[in-house]
């Protein structure tokens, strides 16, 4: 099996580390959304909020596919429940920032 998921191009995690940085730069391209967008919107734009949803789904995706095909998978799976819920409240308190508008 491992034969044929490295013929998919897929492998340890020791042999892609940019892999495993993935969910962390898309947390950072959340922020960075924030930083640039937010001088241009006003209260109740959420327009401008829902980027940030599709690069949580984005990530979420990302944490799944990194357990299903890389090894080993309990770092990952730990990686994925301690990042998931800080992303998820980095994002809302951008979102705050974003709509100018508490939640």
Same mark, same amino acid.
């Given at each position: 099996?491992?034969?044929?998921?490295?013929?998919?191009?897929?492998? /340890?995690?020791?042999?892609?580390?940019?892999?495993?940085?993935?969910?962390?730069?898309?947390?950072?391209?959340?922020?960075?959304?924030?930083?640039?967008?937010?001088?241009?919107? %006003?209260?109740? /734009?959420?327009?401008?909020?829902?980027?940030?949803?599709?690069?949580?789904?984005?990530?979420?995706?990302?944490?799944?596919?990194?357990?299903?095909? *890389? %090894?080993?998978?309990?770092? *990952?799976? *730990?990686?994925?429940?301690?990042?998931?819920?800080?992303?998820?409240?980095?994002?809302?308190?951008?979102?705050?920032?974003?709509?100018?508008?508490?939640?």
């Amino acid at each position: 099996m491992h034969e044929a998921l490295s013929s998919l191009g897929v492998s /340890d995690v020791k042999a892609r580390p940019l892999i495993r940085f993935l969910p962390i730069l898309l947390t950072g391209a959340g922020v960075v959304w924030t930083a640039v967008i937010s001088r241009f919107t %006003r209260y109740g /734009d959420n327009w401008a909020a829902y980027p940030l949803v599709g690069l949580f789904i984005i990530t979420l995706a990302v944490h799944i596919w990194m357990i299903a095909a *890389l %090894r080993p998978r309990w770092p *990952l799976v *730990l990686y994925g429940v301690v990042h998931l819920p800080i992303q998820l409240y980095v994002f809302i308190y951008c979102s705050v920032i974003i709509t100018k508008n508490a939640l």
